[in-house]
Structure formats: C-alpha cells, structure tokens
DNA sequence: CGAGCGCTTGATTGAGTTCAAAAATCGTGG
DNA sequence: CCACGATTTTTGAACTCAATCAAGCGCTCG
C-alpha cells in the first residue's frame, strides 16, 4: 500500500511544518484548499457544535492524510478544525497546487485507489453509528485502531464514538469486571 | 455537474437492465466489482445484523450511483444489498472492465471529482450521526434529498436515520403539531 | 506542593427502544 | 375498479441506554 507521499511526489510543491501539541493547524473554513500529511506525531480533525461540543470526525498518525474535502467540494456546512495531539510533522500541501500539476494516469489512478479506501473506511463507520451500541462501537475501534487508545486521552475516543466521557468511562469499567 | 454516465461512456461495456420494484440486485458480498447506474427508479443499498434488522446506507435515484466499494476494496466486514425500491431502469458496468479500459487523463479526474463528493457527502453524515438528535437529523434528511420522503416509506427513512418508524412517526407528529 | 485537568462513580433525567394494538394505506386478484 | 388482506403508520405504556448533573479521586506539570 503506497502512501500519498509517494504518490505525489510531495516534495515538489511542499512545506514541512513543525508544531507542539495543542496548535491548531486549520480553523474550520480557512484555508481548506490545503491537505496534510502526518510525517511523524498525530492529528485530529473535528466540529464544534452550537453547545460548543466537540466532535471528532477522524484522527490521523504516521502515514495518514487530513483533508477537508467537505470545505472544498461544497462551500457551505460542515467545516472542521485540525490540531496536534503530540508534537508533530506535517507536510502541508495546496490541492490546487496538485490539481494544476498535471499529474500522470498512473498517480490519477494511485489517488483513486485513496479516496476509494477512505469512502470505504467511511462506509463502515457510517453502519456501526447506525447499527451498533457504544460498547460494540468501541470494541470495533480497538480492533481498527489498535495503536490509538495508547495515544488518545479517552474522552477524545468517547467524541469520536458520539458518546460522553463518563459513557465510556462506565462501558470500560465493565468490560474490566467481565474479564 | 457530470454524471458517471457521461464521465465513462459506459455504453461501451455495459448492460441495461430493467428490474421491478422489489428485486434484489446485489446480495451482500457476491458481485461485489459491480456498479451501479440508476438511469431511472430508486435503489438503496444496506445491510442487515445478526438480528436481522436492516440498516440503510443509501438511496439513488436517477443519475445516482451505487457501488459497494467496501467489499470491493477490503473482503472482510460489511457487505451491502441492494434492492430496487421502485421499478427501475440500471446500467450495470464490471469496475474490473473500467479499470482494464485504459480511461484518459481527463476521465480519472473526473472519477477523483465523483470520489471526493461521496466523500464529502458522507462526513457530513457521520458528523450528523455523531453530534444531532434524530429530529435534527430527520430535519437534514428533508433538506439534502427533498424528493425522497415522496418516494420512500418511512419506515426506511427511519433505517436511513437511525432509528426506529416509531419514532420517527412520533418526530412527525410533533413537527406537524407545532406549524 | 498546589492547581487544574482528566477519569471515575453515582443519582437523576430524557431520548429513543421495545412491545402491543388500533388505524390507515397499499397493492393485488377478482 | 372495487374489495379484501397485508403491510405501514400511528399511538400509548413500560423500559433501557446513554446524557446530564454533581462530587471525589489521582495525575501531571508548572
């Protein structure tokens, strides 16, 4: 499986970003034409509702690629937020950048294969939110993510399972007791 | 906006088929390098848990498409049906076939167009998954897709949200009541 | 060492499910 | 085109899972 990094040959048309944990890296609606990829350390793209609740929409480490294709595609609704939840190195990219840089058949294909695993990965996501309880839901992220409850503070993981905190915190519980 | 139809000149390796409402097109996890044209009618895919309850992922009506990219990119995990929901008119073409087909620069830019639209479409609906009621998102459903609640009984509205016709019936009740 | 943040735990509330049954609509055969 | 049976929608009551509210504990880091 082929990174976007190679793909592209990023390097071209690139900058490489240092940033601490905590830095927000892309307010929701600003400057959504950029793409990230993780280098080394770990994103988080998110919302915040009009209660100012936060929902995590996906996270990303080594290897991985944010981008917020809803901003581009479409101008209004759903826009997100990216931060650093470690210390991180990104290499930040312009789409349209990409787009104007007349790229071969076999890296158009290479990208068609990304975007065709990321509708898939959205696919699964979309029928656990909608057939299974928390505690499967959860279950389905450690399985997937086997990495990330290692690096991702659990209240975090409850947002990106749309439950609370203190939801997870009690399914943990219980799945502690039961084994 | 260009459709698929346009995009790949399927006529070329392509089949016609007329189905009536009710028929099953795909059963999850055979045929899965299929796709899709909705040329005329309605189709849905979904899939069905161990209780055997279905969980709509979604609808396509005229110049939509429907492809199961899931199984196709991954085998494991989640398969769809998909079933006509009205009596329909489907192109059917073998992704195997356009892979082969050699497409032009300009097709693959277009495919990557179609690609981050679906992709769009669906992180706005796991973050309505993740953050609204089921009335907010009753309310977003009417909004995005307003022809389909005509077309549609609501018991599969209620799949498509999430949550039971009971409660949905009951949504509408109130809604109904307060204008 | 203290302040603040994050996790846990418990009590209460509420949105949505389940179970059940009646009312409305659909579709099919005569 | 009508009538009847089957499916769908509505309504209501009891229940459940997860949200909210609230308090206490344990860490970490300044």
Same sequence: chains 1, 2.
């Avoid at 929409?57 to 290897?63: L, P, V």
């Avoid at 997100?80 to 190195?89: A, M, V």
């Avoid at 947002?159 to 915190?169: D, E, H, N, R, V």
Wanted: glycine fraction near 6%.
């Amino acid at each position: 499986m082929e990174s976007i990094r190679e793909i592209l040959n990023l390097d071209t048309f690139v900058v490489v970003k240092k940033a601490k944990r905590g830095t927000i890296i892309q307010r929701a609606g600003v400057n959504t034409s950029l793409g990230y990829y993780v280098r080394k350390g770990l994103l988080r793209s998110y919302t915040i509702d009009e209660k100012g609740k936060e929902h995590i929409f996906m996270f990303a480490s080594e290897g991985w690629l944010i981008v917020d294709i809803e901003s581009q595609e479409f101008h209004h609704s759903t826009e997100l937020y990216i931060d650093c939840l470690e210390d991180s190195e990104v290499v930040i990219f312009d789409r349209k950048d990409i787009n104007a840089s007349n790229l071969t058949k076999i890296q158009l294909e290479r990208i068609n294969d990304l975007l065709s695993r990321r509708i898939a990965a959205l696919q699964r996501r979309v029928i656990l939110l909608l057939s299974a309880t928390a505690k499967e839901r959860y279950i389905a992220f450690l399985e997937t993510y086997p990495d990330l409850p290692n690096r991702v503070p659990q209240r975090m993981i409850a947002s990106y399972l749309g439950i609370t905190p203190q939801a997870l915190s009690t399914i943990r519980g219980k799945m502690a007791g039961k084994n």
